[in-house]
T-cell receptor
């Protein structure tokens, strides 16, 4: 059964720091991996999708990497800003692609 | 504007009083899904639907019902709510299955408290 774990559970950093959020999964036979951002009262927003054949994806200051063999993904946030404060979740497909298995998330606070 | 809407956004109810949380999307998506989010557990899928009149259980379907009579709507029904169903609920939609890489659009969430 696929399990997804995210470390750390919470992170508080000063503005400008470069950050690494970690996601691990137990079954390496994944089709893709997605990173989401969750803001209070606003649901989830898709940030990056990495296909199983890819090693990384970039969007602006965000870079996500995928290492299937070790069951790990990292989300790198460059030059963090207070507006990056949110909960970040990773998710992998399961159940014949009919659902996503989510990690519990990393709650990020970036202070000025 | 492409969006998924949920109503109500907040609900406090009592044990055993039937309730329905509505979900509607305006993107002509075939796939819709319900998740619940609890502290420390992430999001867990309750039910999903691949198209009109096609629904199936997710990981935590006990105590919930769904229906898909129209493509745009996917209501979540709690016929006899219990305190362990106190949670934050999200509806999501996409063109194809959740794991195929299509962008998942999530509603803003419904915070339910069952006393």
């Amino acid at each position: 059964k696929q399990e997804v774990t995210q470390i750390p559970a919470a992170l508080s950093v000063p503005e400008g720091e470069n950050l690494v959020l970690n996601c691990s999964f137990t079954d390496s036979a994944i089709y893709n991996l997605q990173w989401f951002r969750q803001d209070p009262g606003k649901g989830l927003t898709s940030l990056l999708l990495i296909q199983s054949s890819q090693r990384e994806q970039t969007s602006g200051r965000l870079n996500a990497s995928l290492d299937k063999s070790s069951g790990r993904s990292t989300l790198y946030i460059a030059a963090s800003q207070p507006g990056d404060s949110a909960t970040y979740l990773c998710a992998v497909p399961a159940g014949g692609y009919n659902k996503l298995i989510f990690g519990a998330g990393t709650r990020l606070a970036v202070h000025p | 504007e492409a969006q998924v809407t949920q109503n109500p956004r907040y609900l406090i109810t009592v044990t055993g009083k039937k309730l329905t949380v509505t979900c509607s999307q305006n993107m002509n998506h075939e796939y819709m899904s319900w998740y619940r989010q609890d502290p420390g557990l992430g999001l867990r899928q309750i039910y999903y639907s691949m198209n009109v009149e096609v629904t199936d259980k997710g990981d935590v379907p006990e105590g919930y019902k769904v229906s898909r009579k129209e493509k745009r709507n996917f209501p979540l029904i709690l016929e006899s709510p219990s305190p362990n169903q106190t949670s934050l609920y999200f509806c999501a939609s996409s063109f194809s299955g959740a794991g195929l890489g299509d962008t998942q659009y999530f509603g803003p969430g419904t915070r339910l408290t069952v006393l």
